[in-house]
């Protein structure tokens, strides 16, 4: 009665606590439509999680979810981590805002630490004071044992023995939606493969100690009597009872063995009875002959003792007063035990109470019968105890544990109960001193037909503590034990830790022998991957594994138009009937690529889009359900994505020296871009770090390592990120690097002040190769030319450029321009400047008029008489002149044809270089028509050959001339 006042103390404590946390744990999962200063764990609403759990439990490779609100405190930032009580290991997280409120969600893989006792915290700043809020969960470590209880199941649905198979239904039938198949199957194959006529277990040799352990386990399992197998098990079980009243009259018969010799003819006998509890025993000596048979009626009594012993062999029977037969004894010296109600041992006879216990716990006996086979096996238990109000340390821990489970009213029941608490080791499990263990490793040897707890299985010191633990477990969670409870918890961690470890090993020397170590590792192997063992640790452990998904990224931060998922599957449950749902609120915006089966330990790639351009920040879940129960609900929060594309203005620059400037156009989103430029190639370099806000452009200078003549393609890119999303832009640039300037002018001043005055500028070639050059002003100056404007100069060549002045004289000038040189792609600059005054002439008077007019008639007459009589002289002096004009036409058709050839050759010069450069023939013709060159010059240049620009004899070019006139 104590026991239970404490149990009922601590479960009102327990429900207390509870009605205290209840708003925090109603939190969990959902975003409340009154939100407060707290943290929330967000997760699916899944029947295989237990939510009633405090603090919440969550397995050591799931997703964690979960976020922190300051409702009405917008300008306070929050900082979410999580933190490891063992070690102190603190993480910091990355956070999202998380609604309209002023809250802001993390996700963490709980792979990445190694907790037990995990504190979520979120942390902020108020009134100058560094505040706390604060959550505990659990981590349990995930369990490998439903794993290897599915790897043994056969392609005929059930594992290696009915035992087996009953063992891998119990821990598949946690789960029936998910295994359907596999217990259907499992199910039919024990229906097939139990005896046909007795219809019980095994099919060869049929046992009550199997039949009874199978059905035990189908009833934890969920199944009961509409079940076929578990209606006619339980019949057979029925007809093995050893059920009769303590006051029913029975008999013995006795009579001689037919095998005796025929010279044995009477047989001198002796029979006693002596019922348990009474000091009255009943004798009798008689004769057997070859013909009669003696009886003997007696009051039947629990556990008395009747003996016969012969001279020769005989025949006994023992039966009731209806004559069915109990016993069967064929020698000369009987002994047997009147069972108590119970199911017997078939090899001694007598009450086998693990058996017995088992076929209890399929609960479908009659009243009568189920009363008193529990009245007798508390009497059984009572005669062991002698420590107070506990059971005797020889009661075994199974057989004490399955009485707790089937027994609800006995007195008994409290000290049972208080015995198996106190049994419980310090690490959490059940162990008793008295195992199997064998200094001579004969645990090498064992009976393959053996299918019992005395399997060669149980030989293992921690198998059989799984074995103990596994039936205590499930007696007090019967007796309403809270998961939380210290001693499930304890229980759970200690299977945890040994689900994959032995209770023996072999010494250092034993492993030098090949043949034994090899038979060690073989049953270490077996033992470890047993079915049952882990059928029993996986009942134990069922809150450490539970079919559920995760996804990568673990947070889907919607910023992008469209994004891929990866969809992981880190558990054995194979799934294969997805649904997947949005929130109200994102359906209308978001569509995912549906996949409807995912394998275990596998993943598939989903696609994520949206159904428009522009969505408003939205926030919500993705709920991911198998067979319509939820297995993953993901955050998804939904937000203008960024954008960028960034573009080189110039697929090839010219670099004289070694630096440039390179442009670029950015076209993007609102956002505001981090970006980075990183080259491949090494000799080259710029500034590495940009913002890019608002500008539409972008200028980067470039320095190249070395002063050099070189052609070469460098490669880089640039990464940006934006809302946690990253873009690299691929930069690809080609590069003709001279080592200096290509032209030289000078002076740096050119001035022309009056009428009738030319300049100059010289113009050096600074390279070791031609250059086309074209000269003209920066803004064009009407009165000046150049000449020549174009040309061409050789590598080191400087050239006089003469700036002719053809301002009328009734103009005047003030002017400043820049004279430009063009040459390659780039301009060399100098000042020029034209300062030239005008005066008007002053108007004549009429007396001025007749003076010059009187004037100019005599000069005319005088001429006219001078010329008269001077005419010979003044015929030859001109025919002098004319043949001297004659001369000089001829010197300017000379520098017409010059100048000529040099445009034809400046023409050939220009587009060999820009064939240099890799340039096709309609972009070269752009580039000369833009150099002043008309289409005809063009066309000209291309069409004459070298040797027609070179100075021929005047002879060789009249014969060439006639050549072609004749042709």
């Known amino acids: 009665m104590i026991g239970l006042l404490r149990r009922q103390l601590l479960q009102g404590l327990g429900l207390l606590l509870l009605l205290l946390i209840l708003p925090s744990a109603l939190a969990i999962g959902s975003y409340e439509n009154t939100i407060r200063t707290d943290i929330f764990v967000m997760r699916p609403d899944s029947q295989y999680i237990d939510s009633t759990g405090i603090p919440p439990e969550f397995i050591s490779i799931e997703d964690l979810y979960f976020y922190g609100c300051l409702p009405d405190q917008d300008d306070i930032p929050i900082r979410l981590s999580v933190y490891c009580r063992e070690n102190n290991e603190f993480v910091d997280l990355e956070t999202y805002q998380w609604g309209e409120e002023n809250c802001f969600i993390s996700s963490f893989n709980l792979e990445d630490i190694s907790c037990k006792n995990l504190v979520l915290q979120m942390e902020y700043i108020e009134d100058e004071e560094n505040r706390k809020v604060s959550r505990d969960i659990k981590i349990n470590k995930l369990t490998t044992t439903l794993d290897k209880v599915l790897r043994n199941q056969y392609e005929d649905g059930g594992w290696s023995t009915p035992l087996d198979t009953a063992y891998g239904i119990l821990a598949m039938a946690q789960y029936p939606d998910v295994f359907k198949w596999e217990l259907n199957s499992a199910l039919e194959w024990l229906k097939l493969n139990r005896r046909e006529d007795e219809k019980c277990w095994p099919k060869q040799r049929c046992r009550v100690a199997t039949t009874a352990h199978v059905l035990s386990l189908l009833t934890l399992a969920g199944y009961d009597s509409d079940l076929r197998i578990m209606r006619d098990g339980n019949t057979y079980l029925m007809d093995q009872l050893d059920y009769h009243g303590t006051s029913d009259s029975w008999n013995i018969t006795i009579w001689n063995h037919p095998t005796n010799d025929a010279s044995v003819f009477d047989l001198e006998c002796a029979y006693s009875y002596l019922p348990s509890g009474s000091s009255t025993e009943t004798t009798s000596e008689f004769v057997v002959d070859r013909t009669s048979q003696y009886s003997f009626l007696f009051t039947a009594a629990y556990d008395s003792n009747i003996q016969t012993v012969c001279t020769e062999n005989v025949i006994v029977n023992v039966s009731d007063a209806d004559g ?204 470890i991957n047993d079915t049952k063992r882990n059928a029993m640790a996986f009942y134990v452990l069922k809150n450490n594994a539970r079919p559920f998904l995760k996804i990568q990224p673990k947070l889907i931060y919607m910023d992008k138009q469209s994004m891929e998922l990866s969809l992981v ?296 008489w001078f010329a008269y009589t001077k005419r010979k002289v003044v015929l030859d002096w001109y025919q002098n002149k004319f043949k001297k004009k004659i001369g000089v036409d001829k010197v300017k058709r000379r520098i017409l044809e010059l100048e000529r050839r040099e445009q034809i050759i400046a023409i050939k010069n220009m587009i060999s270089l820009l064939k240099m450069q890799k340039i096709d023939d309609d972009e070269i013709t752009k580039r000369l028509l833009t150099e002043g060159f008309t289409k005809e010059e063009i066309s000209d240049a291309k069409k004459t050959k070298e040797e027609d620009l070179v100075d021929k004899p005047p002879e060789e070019k009249k014969e060439k001339k006639k050549s072609e006139e004749e042709k």
């Open 324 to 527: 069915d037969i109990f016993f069967t004894y064929e020698g000369n010296n009987m002994s047997y035990i009147i069972p108590g109600v119970c199911w017997q041992d078939p090899r001694t006879r007598q009450c086998d109470y693990r058996t017995t216990g088992y076929a209890l716990m399929t609960e479908d006996l009659e009243t009568t019968e189920e009363g008193a086979v529990i009245s007798y096996v508390e009497t059984k238990l009572l005669s062991g105890a002698g420590l107070g109000k506990y059971l005797g340390s020889d009661k075994d821990v199974i057989t004490s544990a399955m009485f707790l489970y089937y027994d609800t009213s006995s007195t008994l029941k409290e000290n049972v109960e208080d015995w198996l608490l106190y049994k419980q080791t310090n690490e959490g499990g059940w162990l008793q001193e008295n195992l199997l263990y064998y200094e001579n490793k004969s645990w090498f040897d064992y009976d393959d037909d053996v299918e019992d707890f005395h399997d060669y299985i149980l030989m293992d010191q921690i198998t059989q503590g799984i074995a103990n633990t596994f039936y205590v477990i499930v007696a007090l969670i019967d007796e309403s034990y809270e998961t939380t409870h210290q001693v499930i918890e304890d229980a759970e961690q200690w299977i945890s830790k040994n689900e994959n470890e032995i209770g023996f090993n072999i010494s250092d020397d034993e492993m030098q022998d090949e043949d034994l170590y090899g038979i060690f590792l073989s049953n270490k192997s077996a033992i």
């Open 569 to 864: 599957n880190p558990t054995t449950f194979n799934m294969e009937s997805l649904d997947y749902e949005f929130s109200n609120n994102l359906g209308t915006y978001l569509e995912i690529e549906e996949k409807e089966y995912i394998a275990p330990y596998s993943f598939r790639r989903l696609t994520l889009k949206r159904k428009g351009d522009e969505i408003p920040y939205e926030f919500g879940y993705l709920k991911i359900s198998n067979l319509g129960d939820e297995i993953a609900k993901i955050p998804v929060i939904v937000t203008t994505y960024p954008k960028i594309s960034i573009t080189q203005k110039e697929s090839s620059v010219t670099v004289f020296g070694t630096s440039k400037k390179l442009g670029f156009t950015i076209d993007k989103s609102s956002h505001t871009f981090n970006c980075t430029l990183d080259w491949i190639e090494p000799g080259i370099s710029s500034q590495r770090y940009f913002t890019i806000d608002s500008q539409t452009t972008l200028d980067i200078d470039v320095t190249l390592e070395k002063s050099q003549t070189t052609e070469k393609t460098y490669t880089g890119s640039f990464s940006c990120r934006a809302s946690n999303q990253v873009f690299n832009i691929p930069v690809s640039i080609k590069i003709k690097q001279f080592s200096s300037k290509p032209i030289e002018l000078s002076p740096m001043l050119v001035l022309i002040e009056n009428h009738n005055e030319d300049s100059s500028v010289f113009v050096k070639n600074r390279l070791d190769e031609a250059l086309y050059v074209q000269m003209s002003f920066d803004v064009p100056l009407d009165g000046f030319e150049f000449s020549p404007s174009t040309f061409n100069l050789f590598p080191g060549e400087e050239k006089n450029v003469s700036i002719l002045n053809k301002v009328p004289l009734d103009q005047g000038m003030s002017e400043g321009r820049n004279i430009v040189a063009s040459t390659l792609g780039i301009q060399e600059q100098t000042t020029f400047r034209a300062d030239i005054f005008y005066e008007e002439p002053k108007t004549m008077g009429m007396i001025t008029l007749l003076i010059f007019v009187t004037v100019a008639i005599l000069i005319l007459g005088v001429g006219g």
